[in-house]
């Protein structure tokens, strides 16, 4: 998407005139104009002048933006373009206007209706009063040009906006009251001066001022809103560091930001903000990530860690080696995913858009047909004049044009300070309309990482013994579950001895000797070639196993030692996020490539309402349109397998610790990777939809009353408006818009107190799981392979590693550590070493052979 910066818009027909001029140039396919702030957004094939040259044709004007937020150009020139120029502007106007209306109204109302002293030679000299009223009127006009020039350009080109509205209004009172200035000096030529006193009563000086000032009012009120629904963005664009401290030929050389390379070094202090992302070389420190996270408890940052920009170095010295500079940041992709969603339009803004299409036309019609009826009626024409005007200034598309934008913009900064980030107005309006989600298992629900959860050592062994035994077996394989047992036999301070001859045998085993012993261990099934099971220890297995975990059974010469379960723990925040999500009238779904009776029993931990199994990568996104069929569909993944699934989804949601496949995937990004922040989205979508809502009503109801009141409906019933009264109105309703907007940033997205549920769907019966094996220590039972890397040194190698080789179709996953200076595959059918050695070295890492 192309972005434009427009001038001159000045209500919500501005934004429709530019949209529909911008849409009819040949190669765009879609355009969205942000009245909030004064931005265009394009899709398509055409290029940048003829935008332009469409948008100066409908008399406005545009330039592209600067490309790339924050660090991509310097970031006092990103927050210049936020920042509120405006309001100063119309301080300067409205106090310079305020000094002469006060003056005016002493003439008009205080010296005419209460008889306030002038001058003694205005005593009797109503000619006079009624030139200075002219010539002040005249003044706060002319203080006030811009209404007139944009108002009357904007009808030439056959476009009226709000500013004709004002224009029209102040005019017809202004031309009015001259004119009867000139019949005054008529009658005074022949002494009429019954005459004169009954003109002096028909002058309008004042409602011409008035009408212009109170709409200043509303104007400066409304642009201070307005600014303040930017805040979330431009606090985000003071976090970007100015400086980095790089490491040059030994040196330390503080650089501007924008000179920092990838690869360079740089290094941190306690109480510096990072400058670029990067990985930590050296040092060990705890790093205040708030800003970006929302999460106010500092991590924990060693070797071989990520870090991001603009977060804070609290304790240690670090030196690090930049991994992503300028636009290419967590800092810089977040501003870009708030700016982008800001220059979005909610299809719920479509109602809106299409009334202010029509709408300052319609009023300028409803004024003229209202100043001919009370003429027709009888009524004098400065009364049907009164009533033309007063039609013509309480009037306000604005309203109507705010309604949505100013409520996406303060939602979408409220998310963005929590860690959840909408990418467009569309996504945030969809979260609030969910139904149904969908959750991948692995990484989602459960922590991704295999935990031994149980020790369960046979009669007269210690858990110990049991312990170095199988941790000796396992520290030759690379399998995820041996993985699991030797971080807890680390966690537990035991040292595992040295094996020889280690064996994967068939099975579902390993096998090794172990000071010259034989020792084996694998499934149930295994273990019963190898030695006798008491009956007990295979029912308490499988017991475990109906729990979602893994039993691996441990022995040796013939001896029998235990059994180790481990499992795939669920996190500790899942089944509160679910319990919330079912609260809120939300079905549950839970999608997963495990067997049905692992996958049972993490859904019965995690509370879900359904379990899917047996689900291949390709088989998710026909499960989410099956389910798409009975409602609207949130995805929650972290995978590249969940791509497909995010985008078939009605709102795609990645956890902002997956890969970037998922992350671009998505229409809405975890930051923080808790699934607890899935229902404070949609709370948060829902949140501000209510607001929209409690906005267009707003600006639907207030021109449905107010327009039949100044025309002067309600006269029989004894209400009629004054043009002054009537532009006050004008004045305050955009400000009202806005000021209810503001009332999000109140909002707490992560209380379920105020959860109002929805009226639950009916879920489609689950299709029939796919038959797979047990998982029970599968060495053999999928094949695998080790790739040895060089070149990969930090956990973002490792991510890119694993990416392009789980991109490859015969990868089923791929278990990547750079420590390690392997990947370890596993296949769903056979594959050649070649192809997997070019998708490492496509990435400019070096295979140096494959087992």
């Known amino acids: 998407m192309e972005q434009y910066t427009i001038t001159g818009m000045s209500c919500a027909a501005c934004s429709a005139r ?7 140039v040949p190669g765009v396919t879609a355009c969205s104009v942000s009245l909030l702030t004064n931005s265009m957004g394009v899709e398509g094939t055409a290029s940048p002048q003829d935008i332009i040259r469409a948008v100066e044709q409908a008399g406005y004007g545009a330039s592209p933006k600067a490309a790339g937020p924050a660090q991509a150009q310097p970031a006092a020139a990103a927050l210049d373009a936020l920042a509120d120029h ?57 203080i006030n040009q811009r209404f007139f020039i944009s108002g009357f350009k904007s009808l030439l080109h056959r476009s009226p906006n709000m500013d004709t509205l004002v224009a029209l209004g102040s005019t017809a009172s202004f031309v009015w009251s001259t004119y009867a200035v000139f019949v005054m000096t008529d009658a005074q030529l022949h002494g009429d001066t019954a005459r004169v006193m009954e003109y002096m009563m028909e002058l309008y000086f004042e409602s011409a001022a008035m009408i212009l000032t109170l709409i200043t009012v509303g104007k400066m009120l409304e642009a201070r809103s307005k600014g303040k629904t930017t805040d979330a963005l431009k606090s985000l664009m003071k976090l970007a560091p100015k400086t980095a401290t790089l490491l040059r030929e030994g040196r330390e050389v503080e650089v501007p930001i924008e000179q920092v390379r990838r690869g360079d070094q740089f290094v941190v202090r306690p109480g510096e903000n990072i400058p670029v992302d990067g990985v930590v070389l050296e040092g060990a420190s705890a790093v205040n990530e708030s800003a970006l996270t929302g999460e106010s408890i500092p991590v924990d940052k060693a070797p071989g860690d990520a870090v991001s920009a603009a977060t ?115 996504s945030l309006e969809a979260a609030g309309r969910t139904q149904i989600v969908a959750l991948d298992k692995t990484g989602t629900i459960t922590k991704g990482e295999p935990q031994v959860t149980e020790m369960v050592p046979v009669e007269g062994v210690t858990e110990q013994e049991l312990l170095t035994l199988a941790a000796a077996l396992e520290q030759k394989s690379e399998h995820p579950l041996a993985k699991a047992v030797l971080a807890y036999a680390a966690q537990q301070g035991l040292q595992a001895p040295a094996v020889t001859d280690f064996t994967a045998l068939p099975g579902n085993g390993l096998s090794a ?96 309402d359904q379990v899917i199994a047996g689900v291949l990568p390709d088989g998710k996104e026909s499960v989410i349109r099956a389910l798409s069929e009975k409602g ?46 899935v229902p404070a989205a949609i709370r948060l979508s829902r949140a501000t939809l209510r607001n929209i809502h409690e906005n267009l009503f707003w600006a639907f109801i207030y021109n449905v009353i107010g327009i039949p009141l100044a025309a002067g409906v309600f006269i029989p019933l004894g209400l009629t408006l004054n043009p002054m009264f009537g532009a006050a109105a004008m004045s305050l309703s955009s400000f009202c818009v806005v000021s209810n907007a503001l009332r999000l940033n109140l909002f707490d997205l992560h209380s379920a107190k105020k959860d109002k549920p929805i009226r639950a769907v009916e879920l489609p019966p689950a299709p029939a799981p796919r038959q797979t094996a047990c998982p029970i220590n599968t060495e053999v039972a999928t094949m ?66 494959i087992e």
């Open 312 to 426: 804070v170095n609290q304790s240690g010295f670090l030196r690090c080696e930049a991994t992503r500079v300028g636009e290419d940041t967590t800092l810089s992709q977040i501003i870009r995913m708030v700016s982008d969603a800001a220059a979005t339009k909610a299809p719920i803004a479509k109602i809106a858009d299409k009334v202010s299409g029509v709408f300052v036309p319609a009023v300028i019609t409803i004024a003229v047909i209202t100043t001919l009826a009370w003429l027709l009626l009888g009524r004098d024409l400065a009364f049907a004049l009164a009533r033309g005007i007063s039609v013509l200034v309480i009037s306000c598309p604005c309203a109507l044009g705010l309604a949505t934008p100013v409520a996406i913009m303060v939602g979408n900064g409220m998310g963005a300070k929590n860690g959840i980030l909408f990418k467009t107005a569309a």
């Open 18 to 24: 530019v949209e529909k001029a911008v849409g009819k």
């Open 632 to 677: 609207k569909v949130a995805m929650v993944g972290d995978g590249i397998n969940d791509a497909p699934a995010l985008t078939r989804a009605d709102t795609g949601i990645a956890i902002g610790a997956g890969t970037d496949v998922a992350i671009d995937a998505a229409d809405v990004v975890l930051m923080n990777s808790r699934l607890s922040d």
């Open 86 to 142: 405006e309001t100063p502007k119309l301080k300067q106007r409205l106090i310079a206007s305020l000094g002469f209306l006060l003056v005016l109204m002493y003439f008009s109302m205080g010296h005419m209706m209460w008889g306030w002293p002038l001058p003694a030679w205005f005593a009797g000299n109503h000619l006079a009063v009624a030139l200075v009223e002219l010539l002040l009127a005249g003044i706060v006009m002319v």
């Open 513 to 608: 000797r172990l000071e010259g012993r034989s020792i084996y261990g694998g499934s149930l099934s295994f273990i019963q070639t190898q030695t006798r099971v008491p009956a007990a220890l295979a029912q308490q297995a499988q017991q475990l196993a109906e729990q979602g975990k893994t039993p691996l059974f441990f022995g040796g010469e013939k001896k029998l030692l235990g059994v180790i379960a481990v499992a795939d723990t669920i996190k500790e925040d899942s089944p509160e996020a679910i319990r919330q999500l079912r609260q809120m009238g939300i079905r549950v779904v839970m999608l997963t490539g495990d067997n049905q009776r692992t996958a049972e029993a993490i859904g019965r931990q995690a509370g879900v």
């Open 784 to 849: 695998q392979k080790t790739i040895k890397i060089e070149g990969m040194m930090c956990g973002h190698c490792e991510a890119t590693v694993k990416k392009a080789l789980e991109a490859l179709p015969q990868v089923q996953s791929a278990q990547v550590s750079h420590t390690a200076g392997t990947a370890v595959v596993t296949l769903s059918e056979a594959v050649d070493d070649a192809a997997l050695t070019k998708a490492v070295e496509d990435k400019d890492y070096t295979v140096t052979g």
